[in-house]
């Protein structure tokens, strides 16, 4: 496992309340959160998410999940949301496939446009997963649905008001 924390070079912004009931902070992932390649039991969900405590100013949100131990230059994007309409502040286990109306869900890093549950090569370590939600100062992202994750995160560097995060651990 690395040290990178891909969020350390962006401007600080102020955090806000983050809780999921599919896993807690600095745990490791259930196979409900993990892709079915890597675990028998593995359901691709996306996690259960909530969140409170963001800026009044909030527009929209963002929700990411990154693996910045990935064997690769630039880590694994494992889900990226944007323009999740500013009432929506709960997500249930599995929703990604279900997300509400204006949600743009970008494709990760395995080129589809969905939740990939973590999946860490066999052996290669504990890998953190990064579960962000960004609350933005916009309404719209204005992104283009065949966007990449980092276009994505490129955008939020501009927009994020506050961001909140968990990190969950898997390895095989």
């Known amino acids: 496992m690395y040290d990178y ?25 259930a196979p409900a959160q993990v892709n079915p390649s890597v675990h028998p039991d593995g359901k691709d969900l996306s996690p259960q998410l909530s969140w409170s405590g963001f800026p009044a100013g909030t527009r929209s949100f963002a929700v990411t999940m990154f693996d910045p131990d990935a064997p690769t230059a630039s880590g694994w994007w494992h889900w990226a949301v944007a323009d999740l309409p500013v009432g929506v502040t709960d997500l249930a286990e599995g929703a990604s496939a279900t997300l509400p109306a204006g949600a743009l869900t970008l494709k990760n890093d395995a080129g589809s446009p969905a939740y990939m549950g973590s999946a860490p090569p066999a052996g290669h370590g504990p890998h953190r997963y990064m579960v962000v939600v960004h609350a933005l100062d916009v309404q719209s992202l204005g992104l283009d649905p065949e966007a990449s994750a980092a276009a994505l995160g490129f955008n939020l560097h501009f927009h994020t008001l506050a961001r909140a995060r968990l990190t969950a651990l898997f390895e095989v």
């Open 5 to 29: 924390d891909p969020y350390s070079f962006l401007t600080p912004v102020p955090g806000f309340e983050l809780r999921s009931g599919s896993f807690a902070d600095g745990e490791t992932f």
